[in-house]
């Protein structure tokens, strides 16, 4: 139970940290001393998802780094920071990013309050999107079942609702797993100030339930 607790809190750890420690970050007011650093992964992101990328920062210490990532936006993700892996080798760069996990996040987020709705009532839920970048596989083609069901997909969100039973909260957790949805989600009863979390992981034969402090 510790060592499932442990991998869910530094999974939320690298969620809050965008999963680059306490490396430097460069805002836009600096990008031009540096500009064309990062045509190259501006270029890719704008052909393979067919629309206009703008640099926002980068959490590289120093440019001369030869691994990096930066932050993008875009128009039909608006608000939303979108990381791009940039590798360096010799003179090759190869880049990867998360841009699909926000494409296909409220439909993440719809599916899983569909089923939440058999056992609450006036439920929210919001998903939490990793740093850590996507299967180069997954793209603009991708359907939204092939997404969500493949083999290595996790669920970390959070929910809202209103009160109710602990009976409730394990049917739940039990119904996502007879799905074989493997998940990490936060339960938050604002009318009570209580909170749970239900958890199930690749490895494990359950889910875990418990309540947080």
Not at 32 to 56: C, I, N, P
């Amino acid at each position: 139970m510790v060592k499932k607790h442990i991998m869910a809190a530094m999974l939320a750890a690298i969620l809050t940290m965008g999963g680059y420690g306490c490396m430097e970050t460069k805002k836009n007011s600096g990008y031009s001393e540096y500009r064309g650093t990062f045509d190259g992964a501006l270029e890719y992101m704008e052909q393979r998802y067919g629309e206009k990328f703008t640099y926002v920062n980068t959490h590289s210490s120093f440019i001369s780094y030869p691994n990096t990532g930066i932050m993008v936006s875009c128009e039909s993700l608006p608000g939303k920071e979108i990381y791009v892996s940039i590798i360096r080798k010799d003179v090759e760069e190869r880049y990867y990013d998360n841009y699909m996990e926000y494409y296909f996040a409220g439909q993440v987020e719809d599916y899983i309050v569909g089923i939440a709705k058999n056992y609450f009532d006036d439920i929210s839920f919001k998903v939490k999107i990793s740093s850590i970048p996507i299967d180069p596989a997954i793209d603009l083609t991708t359907t939204f079942e092939e997404y969500f069901f493949r083999e290595r997909y996790f669920v970390f969100g959070s929910m809202e609702i209103n009160e109710t039973t602990e009976e409730n909260m394990r049917e739940f957790a039990a119904e996502l797993m007879r799905r074989n949805i493997h998940f990490s989600i936060g339960i938050n009863i604002p009318s009570i100030n209580e909170g749970y979390s239900v958890d199930y992981f690749r490895e494990d034969i359950n889910y875990d339930f418990y309540r947080r402090k």
